[in-house]
């Protein structure tokens, strides 16, 4: 398993990402020791810390590599990610054999993700589209009680986060991948496993928290999402 972090200029909360994938793993390799994991860093054009906070990380634990990447776009670091993961794990052999876990510098997955990852795999999922909460401490108690009512974490939901997704590598591989868009290159590509007949489960099981900024990296993220629901609340307020 390998997990794959785009990251641009996310010096203040990396640390925190790190820290829950690295509890993640670690809670992997006692409920099963068979499987390897591996965590990517994709810094992305980054002018902050970002590159030596991840650079740390992976002083301290050789599950963590780096790369430095200068696309200036989420999708094509998420495929750069996937590509570097999948070079590591090579002796794995068979891409079915690997698993792809996706999320972000501003998110904090839960201990038991890869875990879920695996046991949802084991069932039958081609790929897991996991749900997100925003960060309360970052968020106005009466927009985070918009955002209650407006997201809906149940199984089966329609949700499609790049911050709590993960795919089998064959099936990513065959439907060639992330594509280098500046947003939404998670909901493309599940729109294609979709269309190929992979399983695609939704689940609320696995939630992580992410950022609950109102100004985030692209024009269409989870940032601007919120942003829309505080532009909602003022306007009806």
Do not use: K
Request: glycine share 10%; net charge negative.
């Amino acid at each position: 398993m390998a997990v794959i972090i785009p990251a641009r200029d996310e010096e203040e909360r990396l640390g925190r990402c790190l820290d829950s994938v690295r509890a993640a793993m670690d809670r992997l390799a006692h409920a099963r020791p068979q499987i390897q994991a591996r965590a990517i860093v994709v810094a992305d054009s980054c002018t902050d810390g970002t590159a030596q906070i991840a650079g740390r990380h992976a002083s301290e634990d050789w599950r963590i590599s780096v790369q430095q990447v200068g696309f200036g776009n989420v999708g094509a670091s998420r495929a750069a990610g996937a590509h570097h993961a999948l070079g590591l794990l090579a002796a794995a052999g068979d891409p079915g054999a690997i698993w792809l876990a996706s999320t972000d510098a501003d998110t904090c997955v839960p201990e038991h993700w890869l875990q879920g990852f695996a046991r949802l795999h084991s069932r039958g999922a081609d790929a897991v589209a996991g749900t997100v909460e925003p960060d309360r401490s970052e968020l106005d108690e009466h927009l985070f009680a918009l955002w209650q009512q407006e997201y809906q974490p149940v199984e089966g939901h329609g949700h499609i986060h790049g911050a709590n997704f993960g795919v089998c590598a064959a099936a990513y591989l065959a439907v060639g991948g992330f594509e280098p868009l500046a947003a939404r290159e998670d909901v493309s590509l599940v729109e294609a496993l979709r269309h190929a007949g992979y399983r695609v489960q939704a689940t609320a099981r696995l939630q992580a928290t992410t950022s609950g900024r109102l100004r985030g990296r692209l024009g269409e993220g989870f940032a601007d999402y919120l942003a829309a629901l505080d532009r909602r609340m003022l306007n009806t307020g």
